[in-house]
C-alpha cells in the first residue's frame, strides 16, 4: 500500500550495494589489502562497517601503530586503488537502475548521489555503469565532515538540491545508509537486499519499500 507523505522533489541513492552490487568486491579488495600488513580478525570486523567511512572503518581494522605510521588517507587511498583495479572488468550496475533513472527523469525528480565512499570511487562506478549523466549532485564521505550513519551526507544532499528532507526518497542497502536516512528525515525510504536479507530489513524497519533490485519497481507512481 502506498504511504501517505510530502510530495517527492528529489532522488539520494547510495552507491556501493545500491547503484552497484559490489560489498563482495570490498571484500575480495580488503583480502589483499590486509594480507599486506598481516592483519588476520578483518573480516569479523568489516561486517560491522559496511556504509561507514573509510576512517571509521580503518580505525575498526588496523592497529593504532600501523594508522600512525602510514596515515588514514594514504591506507585509505592503498585499499580504494585495490578495489577499482579489480572491479573494472566486471562493473555493472544493479539491474534495472538504467530504467529506473529514466522513470525519475521524465517524473522531473532531481537525483544525487550520497555515499560515505571516496569522491574518486563515486566518479569510477558513475563513468563505468554510463550513469553520470543522470546525477547533478555527488555528496562524497571525503566532501562532508560526519559519514553514516550520521545524516549529514543526506542533509548535504539535500540542502544543496535546494528540497526538503522529507521531500527525498532515499535509496539504500546498508544499516548505517538506513538509520542515517531515518535521521535525516527522508519522506520515503526503499531498502535494496544487497547487503542485508529481507526479513533484517523488515523486523528493524529499515525501509518503506523492499526490493531485490530495482527492476522489481515497474511503476515508480507505486512508491512516490
Not at 571525503?142 to 538540491?161: F, G, M, R, W
Amino acid at each position: 500500500m502506498k504511504r501517505e507523505h510530502t510530495p517527492i522533489r528529489a532522488a539520494l541513492f547510495d552507491m556501493d550495494g545500491t547503484l552497484v552490487d559490489n560489498s563482495m568486491v570490498h571484500v575480495r579488495a580488503f583480502e589483499i589489502f590486509c594480507d599486506r600488513y598481516g592483519i588476520e580478525d578483518w573480516r569479523e570486523k568489516l561486517n560491522n562497517a559496511f556504509g561507514m567511512g573509510s576512517d571509521d572503518i580503518m580505525r575498526m581494522m588496523f592497529p593504532d601503530e600501523i594508522i600512525r605510521e602510514k596515515g588514514l588517507q594514504a591506507l585509505s587511498d592503498e585499499k580504494e586503488a585495490i578495489y577499482r583495479e579489480i572491479y573494472a572488468p566486471e562493473i555493472r550496475p544493479v539491474e534495472g537502475l538504467h530504467a529506473l533513472l529514466e522513470q525519475l527523469r521524465k517524473a522531473g525528480i532531481r537525483c544525487a548521489v550520497g555515499s560515505s565512499g571516496c569522491r574518486e570511487n563515486v566518479e569510477f562506478v558513475l563513468e563505468k555503469c554510463n550513469i553520470d549523466e543522470y546525477f547533478e549532485l555527488k555528496i562524497s564521505g571525503d566532501s562532508v565532515a560526519h559519514c553514516k550513519p550520521n545524516p549529514e551526507i543526506y542533509l548535504t544532499a539535500a540542502e544543496q538540491l535546494g528540497v526538503k528532507p522529507e521531500e527525498c526518497v532515499i535509496f539504500e542497502d546498508a544499516r548505517a545508509g538506513f538509520q542515517a536516512a531515518r535521521t535525516a528525515g527522508a519522506g520515503i525510504v526503499v531498502g535494496l537486499t544487497t547487503t542485508l536479507e529481507r526479513g533484517v530489513i523488515e523486523h528493524e524497519n529499515l525501509a518503506d519499500y523492499i526490493f531485490d533490485n530495482f527492476a522489481e519497481i515497474k511503476d515508480l507512481s507505486k512508491i512516490i
